[in-house]
């Protein structure tokens, strides 16, 4: 009489190579999980690093003059406003006449500088990010 199924060597076989795959899977997925975690982190940084960079050249371009600025400080003259920008605590201060306003969280940005190589040109540097603009009113 001939008996069908499976031996016991072979359960343990397609067991082992069960798991093998599972494991590999589970590593793979693993890996995938904690680049993603990453990289999500990386992107935010940048994307804040850009939207500093992006509002304090958008007020630079359309303001009228640069006054009393520093290398930690930026301070311009848009029409009767004056606006600065500073990091206080690790956020990055938006002070326009005497209202403030954080435009990051503490410890989103470590370094924000600003040097001025020519009349109206500011080089402002958010980290690693650095660019530049150009006061197009000032006189």
Do not use: H, W
Not at 9 to 36: Q, R
Not at 47 to 62: A, C, D, H, N, P
Request: aromatic share 8%; proline share 1%.
């Amino acid at each position: 009489m001939k008996r069908s199924g499976f031996t016991l060597i072979e359960i343990l076989v397609a067991l082992s190579l069960a798991a093998i795959v599972f494991l590999a899977g589970f590593m793979l997925l693993s890996s995938y999980l904690k680049t993603y975690k990453i990289l999500s982190a990386d992107i935010e940084r940048l994307q804040i690093r850009q939207f500093v960079l992006t509002r304090i050249v958008k007020e630079v371009r359309s303001a009228d003059s640069i006054k009393n600025s520093t290398p930690a400080c930026l301070t311009i003259k848009n029409g009767t406003s004056v606006i600065s920008y500073e990091l206080i605590g690790g956020k990055v201060r938006r002070k326009k006449d005497s209202t403030s306003a954080y435009l990051t969280e503490a410890g989103q940005v470590n370094k924000l500088a600003f040097s001025y190589p020519g009349a109206g040109l500011v080089m402002i540097e958010v980290d690693d990010s650095k660019t530049g603009a150009f006061c197009r009113n000032e006189k």
